[in-house]
């Protein structure tokens, strides 16, 4: 499955499916981005950053692409588990900006067993 | 504890009551932040306090009111609320400067104006 995050809020894929979340950003100046994730009564918590001098990162079970040429980031999450369902939200930090964060409007992440 | 502590976890107020959210942080970070979280909205930024002094105060009415006393608490004041500043209100902190790696947010205050 695959999301566009601010055009389709939702996505659904069963478990131990890959999950890729997208998200375009807005300002070709941010050459930071960070991936959150927020489980239901939580506070966003940090998944994975990348910066812009790389355009693939990857962590346990997740792999964040950049594509600087069309403003894309994505979020590659591998054998996606129940525990994975949350919102997802990317983040951009535009150089200069004194490290104010844009956030996207997330998508909700749903696994079914 | 660890981490951003936020207190308390849920609050219902009425329009003409005053009451505070306070914000604590132990992880030596030197930059804190109130966000707004509403449904079907994007984080919106309220305040943003960078070595204890206010650096950014996004067009937030005067109901809401932040201090900083030091650079590891953070309150957020509110009097005289209205409905629609129901939402979940979250506070962050950072490291800002060369090793900058985002926000590190507490689980946020639940808030809700009758």
């Known amino acids: 499955g695959e999301s566009v995050g601010l055009h389709l809020p939702t996505l659904s894929v069963q478990e131990g499916d890959n999950s890729i979340i997208n998200c375009a950003y807005s300002?070709?100046?941010?050459?930071?981005f960070i991936w959150y994730k927020q489980e239901s009564g939580k506070g966003p918590q940090f998944i994975i950053d990348?910066?812009?001098?790389?355009d693939k990162r990857q962590g346990q079970r997740v792999t964040v692409l950049l594509n600087k040429t069309v403003k894309h980031l994505s979020l590659q999450i591998a054998a996606t588990q129940p525990g994975d369902s949350a919102v997802y939200f990317c983040a951009e930090e535009k150089s200069g900006s004194n490290y104010k964060l844009t956030f996207g409007k997330g998508t909700l992440l749903t696994v079914n067993p | 504890e660890t981490g951003v502590t936020q207190t308390p976890r849920h609050l219902v107020m009425g329009m003409t009551n005053k009451k505070s959210l306070k914000c604590e942080q132990h992880l030596g970070h030197n930059a804190m932040y109130w966000y707004k979280q509403s449904a079907k909205k994007p984080l919106e930024l309220m305040f943003v306090y960078s070595l204890e002094e206010r650096v950014e105060n996004n067009s937030v009415p005067s109901r809401f009111s932040p201090e900083c006393p030091n650079s590891s608490h953070l309150f957020l004041h509110l009097h005289t609320l209205q409905p629609e500043d129901s939402a979940l209100y979250l506070c962050?902190?950072?490291?800002?400067?060369?090793?900058?790696?985002?926000?590190?947010f507490g689980s946020g205050t639940r808030l809700t104006v009758v």
């Open positions: 962050a902190s950072s490291q800002v400067g060369h090793h900058f790696y985002g926000y590190t």
């Open positions: 990348i910066r812009s001098n790389m």
């Open positions: 300002n070709s100046a941010s050459d930071y």
